[in-house]
């Protein structure tokens, strides 16, 4: 089974491309930590007010798009990694 290099994805035999990143497919999988070091990833801040009702319209947006996300003192949205988006 062919499988893409940056993310990780199987396809079917007779595929040649990730349709995600558009680049060539290999035939063994990642190695499980070449994987992991490209998902080192940081918190970020999405969205920074001094209104707490903002923050937390902003941070139910993103929870509606399937975006993990916290509030860090009640003002800040802080956006976290997902699979999705690594």
Do not use: F
Request: aromatic share 6%; charged share 25%.
């Amino acid at each position: 089974m062919p499988w893409c290099p940056k993310c990780n994805a199987e396809y079917v035999d007779g595929v040649t491309v990730c349709a995600d990143c558009g680049i060539e497919l290999v035939s063994e999988p990642p190695k499980r930590e070449a994987h992991q070091a490209m998902r080192k990833v940081h918190d970020v801040v999405v969205y920074a007010t001094s209104d707490p009702y903002d923050a937390r319209i902003v941070q139910s947006l993103l929870r509606a798009s399937g975006i993990p996300s916290l509030l860090r003192n009640g003002l800040e949205v802080i956006g976290l990694p997902s699979e999705r988006y690594a």
